[in-house]
């Protein structure tokens, strides 16, 4: 089955707030927070957070949220990835970053940042970023809370 990747409609915050929800990782604050990013995709491009959905079959298997960072000529942050429990491991994540990818070269390029925790729960985030050639950039300890870095990703276009 292979992966399908498109832009967000309305229809799609219940299935993405699923995804959020059943992923133990995040919060709740933290699920607050990606919600609103949604909401502020689906208001329209000018937001400043834009969003691409995964199907895998008929279903929407995960989600990116990204944007131009403020304040930056052509930097952009990564703020959301996320593939549901049953859908990883089959490339829906990369299907996401390179669509992600593909739209800032369309718009003339420039960097991406990744902000990511160290902490064991993001393993999975991290492998991925690596695997995708997003390079370490720096890590900031105790950042988030004592022993739990900020790790930060940096990859050029
Ligand atoms: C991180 C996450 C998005 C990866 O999604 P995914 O669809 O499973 O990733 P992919 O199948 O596209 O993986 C691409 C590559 O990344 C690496 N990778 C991804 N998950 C990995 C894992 N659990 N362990 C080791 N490597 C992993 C591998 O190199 C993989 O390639 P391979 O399968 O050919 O070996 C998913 O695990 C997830 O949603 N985790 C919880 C939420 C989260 O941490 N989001 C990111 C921070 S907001």
Redesign the pocket.
Known sequence: MSVTVRTLAPGDRPALKALLMA?G??RDDEVAVALELIDEALAGADSGYWVRVAELGAEVA?YICYGPTPMTEATYDLY????GAQ?????????LARAMEGDLSARGGGSVRVE?SDTE?????R??YE??GYPMACRLADFYRPGDDLIIYYKRL
Request: proline letters at 0%; zero cysteines.
């Open positions: 992923e990782a995040f995960g959301w990835l996320v593939v859908f990883r491991r089959r490339g829906v994540a990369r299907a990511t729960g993001y393993g999975a985030a492998r991925l695997a995708l």
